[in-house]
């Protein structure tokens, strides 16, 4: 089945124990693709990814260049990607420059609001340190996709939810039981 939507999922400091709650509420959906946007080392990343594999329905790995994204799959970013449309279909497109943060959410984001044919949007942004991610949801938003940015009260590091929610007023502010439910509801 064609790919419809797009769950984006955006974290650093805190992130892993947020990731692990969503991903075990995961469910197929035969038109929804998830992306994971961790800042981590690379090699941390793939036993992390490894680790949600085991708590998910969906299957779960890390991305690769020129690789399609499909639908009931859930990608783990292990480097900078950028995605790209070929054919109507959406693949990985490894970007190469040094970016503040690693894997880079806004860069991921940000290409996703430059897509002509974009699917259906759902981007999170959890507990972390800084702003990545703010900018990006900001350029989601005004392309039609749906926000969220991680309350206060549920995030382990209020800094990246706080950026998003200052320069996104129209993210919805969720505790991760409310993104959970939402997922479910987008």
Not at 16 to 33: M, W
Not at 141 to 154: F, H, L, Q
Request: hydrophobic letters at 35%; charged letters at 25%.
């Amino acid at each position: 089945m064609k790919l419809k939507k797009l769950i984006l999922i955006g974290a650093s400091t805190g992130g892993p124990g947020q990731i692990q709650k969503i991903i075990k509420t995961l469910k197929k959906r035969g038109d929804t693709a998830f992306i994971i946007i961790q800042h981590m080392q690379k090699d941390y990343l793939l036993s992390f990814a490894s680790q949600l594999n085991k708590n998910s329905i969906l299957e779960v790995t890390t991305s690769k260049d020129n690789m399609e994204i499909v639908a009931d799959m859930v990608y783990v970013l292990d480097k900078n990607y950028e995605i790209k449309e070929r054919n109507y279909s959406l693949f990985f497109s490894e970007y190469h420059d040094k970016l503040s943060y690693s894997p880079n959410i806004n860069l991921l984001f940000n290409s996703i609001a430059n897509l002509k044919n974009s699917p259906k949007v759902l981007s999170i942004v959890l507990t972390g340190i800084g702003d990545d991610g703010a900018a990006g949801s900001l350029n989601l938003a005004k392309k039609g996709s749906t926000c969220i940015s991680e309350n206060e009260e549920s995030s382990i590091v209020y800094g990246m939810p706080k950026a998003t929610s200052e320069l996104n007023p129209s993210a919805k502010r969720l505790g991760i039981d409310e993104i959970c439910q939402e997922i479910g509801r987008f």
